[in-house]
């Protein structure tokens, strides 16, 4: 199993360009999740999902959208991007109660 | 509400003695808790969990942790530290009766010191 897989690693984008964040898992997880990291901050859940077709916010979702089409996939899409925006954004899986699997990351700047 | 508690943002300790990381939590109901670490420019992995039974949870690399529901702590532990430990790690916690994702704590930075 490939586990969690996040694309792209890396990207820059300037103010007001929009971009899609892909995730997808293999592991037939129902639970999917969006984190940003901020130095010193922790994570801060964006967008989660408990199954295809369903989605809720978390703490900070302004400014994002999610869409969860299969149970595989779980992109997330920024319209207007912004230097707040600028952050380390990670994806994660789960089985209900039991552990997180995370991706290993996309590092966005927004100049 | 459910929240976590990291009180320490840094921790250094020398090689071969024993470490802890502190975490308390706050749920309405029971919780579940979990243990991350996460390296540089990883991602963040798994390693151990509290679910129910045992209140002392061994996990991987060593490590262990120990819930205390009177002080609602989950402290994480490892008898004797390695170099290699040096990383960031995150405390997780949900409730048990709800539906809700985990909630991070804001990590706490492990320095082992040769």
């Known amino acids: 199993n490939a586990g969690v897989t996040q694309t792209p690693k890396f990207r820059i984008l300037k103010i007001g360009q929009s971009m899609t964040l892909q995730c997808t898992q293999d592991?037939?997880?129902?639970?999917m999740y969006w984190y940003r990291q901020d130095p010193g901050m922790g994570l801060k859940l964006i967008y989660y999902?408990?199954?295809?077709?369903?989605?809720d916010k978390g703490e900070v979702p302004n400014g994002y959208n999610v869409s969860r089409s299969t149970t595989e996939d779980f992109p997330l899409r920024l319209e207007l991007a912004a230097p707040s925006q600028t952050s380390v954004y990670f994806c994660?899986?789960?089985?209900?109660?039991?552990?997180?699997?995370f991706g290993p990351g996309t590092r966005l700047t927004v100049l | 509400a459910q929240s976590v508690a990291q009180p320490e943002d840094q921790v250094n300790v020398a090689e071969g003695n024993p470490l802890t990381v502190k975490c308390t939590y706050s749920?309405?109901?029971?919780?579940?808790l979990f243990w991350y670490v996460q390296y540089p420019n990883r991602g963040l992995q798994f390693l151990l969990k509290?679910?129910?039974?045992?209140?002392l949870v061994k996990g991987s690399y060593g490590f262990e942790a120990e819930f205390n529901k009177s002080q609602t702590s989950f402290h994480l532990k490892k008898p004797s530290a390695l170099v290699s430990d040096s990383a960031l790690y995150f405390c997780?916690?949900?409730?048990?009766?709800?539906?809700?994702?985990?909630?991070f704590g804001k990590g706490t930075r492990l320095s082992v010191i040769a």
């Open positions: 994660a899986s789960s089985r209900l109660n039991n552990e997180q699997f």
């Open positions: 592991m037939n997880h129902n639970y």
């Open positions: 999902s408990v199954g295809a077709g369903i989605t």
């Open positions: 749920v309405s109901g029971n919780p579940y």
């Open positions: 509290y679910i129910t039974g045992d209140n």
């Open positions: 997780a916690v949900r409730d048990k009766g709800g539906n809700t994702p985990l909630v």
